[in-house]
C-alpha cells in the first residue's frame, strides 16, 4: 500500500477571507451554516451578484466533482458535489479538495478517509492548544494517507457506500414510525401547542417530581467498565444510544442519580438550531442501570398523567420553546428543573392517555427492530473503517 501526502493527491482551496456585498437573488454563495445532513443547502444561503461571483478568486468556486469541507467549527463533514449543483461561492470557513489524477485517488475515498480515525489523529495532533480549531491548510496538506491501488480504492467504497445506504434507510424508518406516532397523537388530542381540543390545563409540578443529575468530574470517568453515565448525545430519536458510553465507579452516595429501564428522562442543553436540546426518552433494557449526569433530569410521575403522553407531547416544537423561552438570535438553550415544573400543558383523561400508550407500545416494537438493525449496521460499518482506515 502507498503512503501519500494529501498535497500529492489534490489541489487544496480555500473560500474568500473578505464579505462580499449581497444581495436578495443572484449566485449562491455559502458559509459552514449551509453545509448539513451531508447535503447543501441552499435554503437560507447568502446571495451575491454574478459580476461579484465572476471576481472572486478559484479558491471561492468549488465546482461539481470537487470535495466540500468544513474548515471552521464542526470540522471536516466532507461531500462530493454532485452533478446538477448550482455555481457557488464560498467563504472562508468552507474549503474544498480538486483532485490531481483520478487515475491515482478517488474522492470518495478521501471522503470516506477524512472520517477516519487516521484523519482525526492528525488533526487532533495539529490543533493541540490552539484557540480556534479549524483545518489549517498548511498543516492539512501534509497529512499521510494510506492509498491502495485504484481496484481496492472502489472495492471499499463500494462496501461502505452500501452500509452507508442501509443505514439511511433504518434512519428514514425510524423517522416514519416517529412520524405515525405523531400524527396519531395529534388525531387523538389534537394541537398540543394551542390545545386544539380544549383539554383541562395543569402546572407540570402537580403531575410530576424533577431529578437533576449529579456533576460527574470528567477526568475521572473510566472507558471500560462501572456504571455507565447518561450524557447529553445519548438521547436521540425518542431512543437511549449507547454509543461513546463512560462509566463511574459504583457508589452508594449516588444512588438518588440512579435512571432504571422504564425511567423517562430530558436532555436540558443543546443547540437551538439543531433542535438537539429538550429530547426525551423512556429509557429500554439495555442496562440494568445508568447514572443521570446534570445535562439530564428524570421526570418521576406522581399521578394524573402517562409517561408515553408526556414524552410526545415534550417533543412538540413550541412546547420546547415554551421551555426556554427562547429568543431570536439565541444559540445554546438551557432548560432548568424549575422550566419544566412550572409548564402547562392539557391533561387529557387518563384513560385516553393509556389508550394512547399502548399504541406506542406497539409502534416501538418495530422501532426496537429498526434500531436493533441500525446499531448492528452501524457497527458493521465502523469496524469496517477501523479495517481499512486504520
Known amino acids: 500500500m502507498e503512503k501519500a501526502k494529501l498535497c500529492e493527491l489534490v489541489d487544496i482551496y480555500l473560500g474568500v477571507t473578505h464579505t462580499p456585498e449581497y444581495v436578495f437573488n443572484g449566485v449562491p454563495f455559502l458559509s459552514v451554516k449551509d453545509i448539513s445532513g451531508g447535503k447543501i443547502c441552499f435554503n437560507d444561503c447568502k446571495y451575491i451578484s454574478q459580476e461579484e ?10 465546482k461539481v466533482g470537487d470535495m466540500l469541507f468544513c474548515r471552521v467549527g464542526t470540522l471536516g463533514k466532507p461531500i462530493i458535489i454532485p452533478e446538477g449543483t448550482p455555481l457557488f461561492g464560498s467563504f ?57 491501488d485504484m481496484q481496492e480504492q472502489k472495492h471499499r467504497i463500494s462496501v461502505l457506500d452500501k452500509c452507508k445506504a442501509i443505514i439511511e434507510q433504518r434512519e428514514e424508518e425510524l423517522k416514519v414510525l416517529d412520524n405515525l406516532i405523531k400524527a396519531r397523537f395529534v388525531e387523538v388530542f389534537g394541537n398540543p401547542d394551542t390545545n386544539s381540543k380544549g383539554w383541562n390545563e395543569c402546572v407540570l409540578s402537580e403531575k410530576l417530581n424533577v431529578v437533576g443529575g449529579y456533576t460527574f468530574k470528567s477526568d475521572q470517568f473510566d472507558e471500560i467498565s462501572g456504571i455507565p453515565v447518561l450524557r447529553i448525545g445519548n438521547i436521540n430519536a ?130 426496537v427492530a429498526v434500531q436493533k438493525a441500525l446499531d448492528e449496521t452501524q457497527l458493521l460499518f465502523d469496524s469496517l473503517m477501523q479495517q481499512y482506515f486504520g
Not at 470557513?93 to 472520517?115: E, F, I, P, V
Not at 442519580?257 to 422504564?262: D, K, T
Not at 406522581?302 to 415534550?314: A, F, H, T
Open 238 to 367: 425518542g431512543f437511549f444510544k449507547p454509543v461513546n458510553l463512560v462509566y463511574w465507579h459504583e457508589d452508594e452516595n449516588l444512588e438518588r442519580y440512579a435512571i432504571y429501564p422504564g425511567d423517562l428522562v430530558m436532555s436540558l442543553t443543546g443547540t437551538v438550531g439543531k433542535d438537539d436540546y429538550g429530547n426525551v426518552c423512556i429509557l429500554g433494557d439495555e442496562y440494568e442501570m445508568y447514572y443521570l449526569n446534570q445535562r439530564n433530569a428524570k421526570l418521576e410521575i406522581k399521578e394524573g398523567i402517562d409517561k408515553y403522553y408526556l414524552s410526545q407531547l415534550l417533543k412538540f416544537a413550541q412546547i420546547k420553546k415554551r421551555l426556554t423561552g427562547i429568543s431570536r438570535g439565541v444559540r445554546q438553550a438551557n432548560i432548568s428543573n424549575k422550566d419544566i415544573l412550572n409548564l402547562v400543558v392539557p391533561v387529557p383523561p387518563i384513560e385516553l392517555q393509556e389508550q394512547f400508550a399502548n399504541f406506542v407500545h406497539q409502534v416501538d416494537k418495530s422501532k
Open 53 to 62: 461571483y465572476d471576481s472572486l478568486s478559484e479558491g471561492a468556486k468549488p
Open 92 to 148: 472562508v470557513s468552507l474549503g474544498y479538495l480538486r483532485n490531481k489524477n483520478t487515475d491515482r485517488c478517488d474522492l470518495n475515498y478521501l471522503r470516506y478517509w477524512m472520517y477516519s480515525n487516521s484523519f482525526w489523529k492528525q488533526v487532533n495532533s495539529n490543533v493541540k492548544g490552539a484557540s480556534q480549531v479549524n483545518l489549517n491548510t498548511g498543516w492539512l496538506s501534509k497529512f499521510d494517507v494510506d492509498l491502495p
